[in-house]
C-alpha cells in the first residue's frame, strides 16, 4: 500500500514523498519520532491517514531507521510474561504458512499479520493470559470442534476470532485448520 501511495504522492498532495520528506526535516520535529511526525502532518498540513504513515515511515528511513524484522516484532509480543504463549504463536504461525507459498507472515507493534493478496488471519496475545488467533472471513464460518469461533472486536481486520488458553496443548493448534483455510480460501 506505501508504494501505491508514494507512486500517487505528487498527484494527491502537490509534492513528491522526497519533497515531503525535505519538509519535514526543514520544519517538522524529529523525523525519527513518526507519531509526532504523523500528528504534524495531520494538523499542519491537513494530510490524511495513510499518507500521514507512509511519509512518517519514509522521513524516519531517510534518518536512519530501520524497522523492525518479523522475528524482532515476534520477540517483543512474546517477552516478559507473555512468553508461555510463543511456542503456541509459532504453532499457529506453521499452520498459517503451510496453506500455500503465497503466504508470508509480516510484523506490527501488535500482531503477526499472515496475508496472501490480502490479510487473512492474524495471532497475538490476547487478553487474561491467552492467544487470540483472528481470522477475516467473507462467507461461511467454519465450526471448529472444542474451540470457541466468536465475531471479533476491533482485532486486526479479523471478523472472527478464538482464544486459545496458555495451558493449550500445542498439538491442539491443528485443529484449527479448518478456520485457518477457510480465512486463507476466502482471501485469495
Given at each position: 500500500?506505501?508504494?501505491?501511495?508514494?507512486?500517487?504522492?505528487?498527484?494527491?498532495?502537490?509534492?513528491?514523498?522526497?519533497?515531503?520528506?525535505?519538509?519535514?526535516?526543514?520544519?517538522?520535529?524529529?523525523?525519527?519520532?513518526?507519531?509526532?511526525?504523523?500528528?504534524?502532518?495531520?494538523?499542519?498540513?491537513?494530510?490524511?491517514q495513510n499518507t500521514q504513515w507512509t511519509l512518517a515511515d519514509a522521513a524516519a528511513r531517510a534518518a536512519g531507521w530501520v524497522p523492525p524484522s518479523t522475528a524482532e516484532?515476534?520477540?517483543?509480543?512474546?517477552?516478559?510474561?507473555?512468553?508461555?504463549?510463543?511456542?503456541?504463536?509459532?504453532?499457529?504461525?506453521a499452520l498459517a504458512l503451510s496453506l500455500g507459498a503465497d503466504v508470508t507472515a509480516e510484523g506490527r507493534g501488535t500482531y503477526i499479520p499472515f496475508v496472501r493478496?490480502?490479510?487473512?488471519?492474524?495471532v497475538a496475545p490476547g487478553p487474561y493470559g491467552r492467544l487470540r488467533v483472528g481470522v477475516r472471513l467473507r462467507a461461511e464460518v467454519p465450526t471448529v470442534q472444542g474451540?470457541?469461533?466468536?465475531?471479533?472486536?476491533s482485532f486486526a481486520q479479523a471478523t472472527h476470532w478464538v482464544h486459545l488458553p496458555p495451558e493449550t496443548a500445542v498439538?491442539?493448534?491443528?485443529?484449527?485448520?479448518?478456520?485457518?483455510?477457510?480465512?486463507?480460501?476466502?482471501?485469495?
Open positions: 500500500m506505501m508504494s501505491a501511495l508514494a507512486a500517487s504522492m505528487a498527484d494527491r498532495t502537490g509534492r513528491t514523498v522526497e519533497q515531503w520528506v525535505e519538509v519535514i526535516n526543514d520544519d517538522g520535529p524529529d523525523p525519527l519520532d513518526q507519531k509526532a511526525v504523523r500528528a504534524w502532518l495531520k494538523s499542519e498540513h491537513g494530510l490524511p516484532y515476534v520477540d517483543a509480543l512474546y517477552s516478559g510474561k507473555k512468553a508461555t504463549l510463543r511456542p503456541l504463536h509459532d504453532a499457529v504461525r493478496r490480502t490479510q487473512f488471519a492474524a474451540f470457541d469461533v466468536e465475531p471479533a472486536k498439538d491442539r493448534v491443528a485443529e484449527l485448520e479448518p478456520l485457518l483455510r477457510a480465512a486463507y480460501d476466502q482471501n485469495g
